[in-house]
């Protein structure tokens, strides 16, 4: 099969994006948050834990801590209690903690609205901050690669193999292949289709809106 050029590359991961907003449309945050704080505190949450599990503890979570003041004052045994059911519960809730306690000190008590600034608070690392910038500021810097959008863009082969087990690696790959104009929907949209047709076992690729233009899709 001949090597694909970068041309052929963008252009068919662009016709992807193109399908997929057909298909869904806007897509909603998956994280159930009232401000800019809950939201950071519930992507830091969210690592390796599903967003419904998320959205379980959360409540409790912000209705006895719903300021950075509040959970900068907090210990961490107290936030693990609350969030005891999420997978690394004792490191979350140290991070939280110290995620609002940064907040408090280094930001007046508000989130930061840049890339550089939001990644230098305990626990949250660069897929936090762009869904962060994304949805509570419209701001887009990047792409947010969770284990959805990563195994999309490996399955779709637009980025390598060799990328597989490093997402930030697989988010220069898209970046370097899509348009900024289509950066902002693909972390939403790409999870629905991650959830609902393109399963991390048995894909349902018969059918699938992507299916002319999937390598995996022929292999299955």
């Not at 099969?1 to 806007?26: F, H, I, N, W």
């Not at 300021?67 to 961490?76: E, F, H, K, N, R």
């Not at 600034?117 to 305990?122: H, I, K, N, Y």
């Not at 018969?206 to 995996?216: A, H, M, R, T, Y």
Request: glycine share 4%.
């Amino acid at each position: 099969m001949p090597r694909e050029t970068k041309a052929a590359k963008s252009a068919r991961a662009v016709e992807v994006c193109r399908r997929l907003d057909q298909k869904y449309g806007p897509v909603e945050c998956f994280l159930d948050h009232e401000s800019p704080f809950h939201l950071v505190i519930s992507v830091l949450l969210s690592a390796q834990t599903t967003d419904a599990q998320v959205n379980r503890v959360t409540p409790e979570l912000f209705r006895r801590w719903p300021t950075p003041a509040d959970l900068a004052a907090a210990s961490p045994a107290e936030v693990a209690e609350v969030i005891h059911s999420l997978g690394f519960y004792k490191t979350k809730a140290r991070h939280c903690v110290e995620c609002a306690q940064t907040i408090v000190t280094d930001f007046a008590g508000e989130v930061p609205h840049t890339m550089r600034e939001l990644t230098s608070l305990p626990g949250v690392g660069r897929k936090t901050a762009n869904i962060v910038l994304n949805v509570s500021f419209g701001i887009v810097e990047g792409i947010a690669v969770d284990t959805h959008v990563n195994r999309i863009a490996h399955r779709l082969a637009l980025s390598p193999k060799t990328h597989a087990s490093e997402p930030l690696k697989t988010e220069q790959d898209l970046l370097g292949i899509l348009p900024r104009e289509y950066w902002r929907d693909v972390n939403h949209q790409w999870i629905r289709h991650g959830r609902d047709t393109c399963t991390a076992r048995s894909p349902k690729c018969e059918g699938c809106v992507l299916e002319d233009i999937c390598p995996s899709a022929h292999l299955a």
